[in-house]
C-alpha cells in the first residue's frame, strides 16, 4: 500500500474530485486546486495540457500513481468559454 493512501481516500471524497467524476468538464480553477491539494499532501502525479483547435476541445490528463501497477487517470475538458481575455465593452 502506498504511504499516502488515506490522503488519497480523503481526496477523492473531496468536492473537487466529486466533481471531477461525476463530469469529464471542470473549470480552470479546479484543476489548479486539484494540483495543489496533490503536491500539498505528497501524492506523485503527472499533468499533461493538450490546447483546443477549432475542432477539439482543450483537455488535460492528470494520472495519479498509486503503486507501480497501479494509476488513476482522469480526461479533462474545460469549459471552452472564449479567450481568456475580455472584450472591451
Known amino acids: ?5 488515506k ?5 477523492l471524497s473531496t468536492d473537487l474530485f466529486l466533481s471531477l467524476l461525476n463530469s469529464n468538464k471542470i473549470k ?5 486546486a ?3 491539494l496533490l503536491f500539498k499532501a ?8 493538450s490546447p483546443g483547435t477549432r475542432r477539439v476541445v482543450s483537455t488535460a ?3 495519479i500513481f498509486i503503486n507501480p501497477q497501479t494509476t488513476l487517470r482522469f480526461t479533462i475538458s474545460f469549459n471552452d468559454d ?6 472591451p465593452t
Not at 28 to 32: I, M, N, R
Not at 82 to 87: A, E, K
Open 1 to 5: 500500500m502506498a504511504p499516502f493512501e
Open 7 to 11: 490522503e488519497l481516500i480523503s481526496l
Open 28 to 32: 480552470f480553477s479546479q484543476l489548479l
Open 34 to 36: 486539484i494540483q495543489t
Open 42 to 49: 505528497g501524492i506523485p502525479f503527472d499533468l499533461s495540457f
Open 61 to 63: 490528463l492528470l494520472t
Open 82 to 87: 472564449g479567450s481568456i481575455f475580455t472584450s
